[in-house]
C-alpha cells in the first residue's frame, strides 16, 4: 500500500472517531496537520485541495451533504453529468470518488444478511454516468459484479464503444460482460461497427445449396441449418445517433 493510500485511511479513520461528517476540506486539512511525509502525499494533497477550490467543493464540503446510503434510503436516483471540457481534471477525480463511494456502498449492501438487506433497501437504486468514458475505473467492474445482490442499477453512457478500452486492453471485456442490457445508437468507425455487429449476436437460419452442372440446375440441392448475425453494419450505421 503506497504512502498516499495510507494517510487517506489514517485520517479518515480520524475524523470518524471523533463523530465529525467525513468531507475532502477536513481530510485536506488533517493531512497538513498530521505527521506525514508531505513530499510522498503531494499528489494526493494537489488533487483535493484542487477539487475544494473548485465550483464543486462547497456542495462535497458540507455538513448537509447526503451519503449514498441516505439518498438510497430517501428514494432518490442519481445522475452524474460532469462537464470534462471546462473541467479536465476535476471531473475524471470527483467521478473515480462517486465510484469508489458507489463500490463501498454495494459491498456494503451485499453483506448485510438477506432479510435485512431486503427490509432495508426493497427498491432499485439507479445511478446514471454521463460520458463515461471520463471516468472509467476498476471499481466498476466491481460494482456491476454484484449490481444484482446491491440491488443497484448503473447506467453507462458512452459517445463510442471504443471509449471503453480506456480501461486497459481487458476492461471493456470484463465490463461487458457483467453488462445486461446495451442500447447502441449510430456507430460509424468500422471497429465499432463490427463490434457492434458481435455484441448483437446470432440467430438461427437456414442455408440452402443448389447444385450446378455447366451452367445449369440440376434441381438438386441441399439445406442446413446455419447461423446468422441478427444486424449488418449498414443497420448499425443507419441507427438514430444518441
Known sequence: MNESKMALISVIEKIQSKSEIVTLERIYNRLLEEDFDQKSISGLKSQLLAICKSDFGPLLNSDDSLSLT????????IYLGLCSGSHPTIAPAIGKLMIGDLRSHSAEVVGLPSKLRNSLYPLSFEIFFDEFAHFVNENMI???????????????????LSDLNKGGNDYFDRLI??????????????????????????????????????????????????HKFRFSGETIRNLNRG
Open 70 to 77: 441516505e439518498l438510497r434510503k430517501e428514494k432518490k436516483n
Open 142 to 160: 466491481e460494482v456491476c459484479n454484484k449490481d444484482r445482490a446491491s440491488k443497484i442499477s448503473v447506467t453507462l453512457c458512452v459517445q463510442s
Open 177 to 226: 460482460e457483467n453488462v445486461k442490457n446495451r442500447i447502441i445508437f449510430k456507430q460509424e468507425g468500422p471497429k465499432n461497427v463490427d463490434l457492434a455487429i458481435r455484441l448483437g449476436g446470432t440467430t438461427e437460419t437456414t442455408k440452402e445449396s443448389i447444385q450446378v452442372r455447366e451452367g445449369n440446375e440440376t434441381g438438386l440441392g441441399s439445406m442446413r441449418m446455419a
